[in-house]
């Protein structure tokens, strides 16, 4: 069963972007030195800091896509997809699938593929397609659980 109340359990990062440009250099780099104090003292891996988009796809979309997940990743702050080995079929059920072990919350397929994109493929649009697949079949292997590493009510 999916962890409830994610509110009450989670730490909020508020960072100030219009969506309309990279966030900031002072920014990203002051969150590059808090995140590794909040992580170490609570026990967090990077596969717990996540955004509002990952938590309540649909309803939120922060911090959206110009945020540079990929450069947390490097630093092992957040993760990011490395996928590789066979590629599950590339149908909406597969995805919802993979989705549901990685974490996401139940919604419909084209809002959780837009909430994976907002993070993981910020530029790319069109129908679910074979790299989105292998991103989130990979996602689902390493972080996945019965309970979902984001799973939220």
Known sequence: MGQ??????????????????????????ALERL?????????????????????APGRKIDPGPRFDWARLARQDLA??????GRLPPVTPDAFLALAETFGYPEAPVEVLLDAFRL????????????????MLN?????????????RSS
């Open 79 to 84: 993760i990011w997809p490395a996928p590789a």
């Open 138 to 150: 990979d996602l689902a292997l390493r972080f996945g659980s019965d309970g979902g590493a984001w």
């Open 4 to 29: 409830e109340d994610v509110n009450s359990r989670s730490i909020g990062i508020e960072l100030a972007n219009t969506g309309d440009a990279p966030f900031p250099e002072p920014q990203m780099a």
């Open 119 to 134: 993070r993981f493929r910020p530029r790319h649009a069109g129908p679910l397609d074979a790299t989105d697949m292998a």
């Open 35 to 55: 995140l590794p104090e909040i992580m170490a003292r609570w026990g967090l891996g990077p596969e717990a800091v996540i955004a509002h988009s990952d938590c």
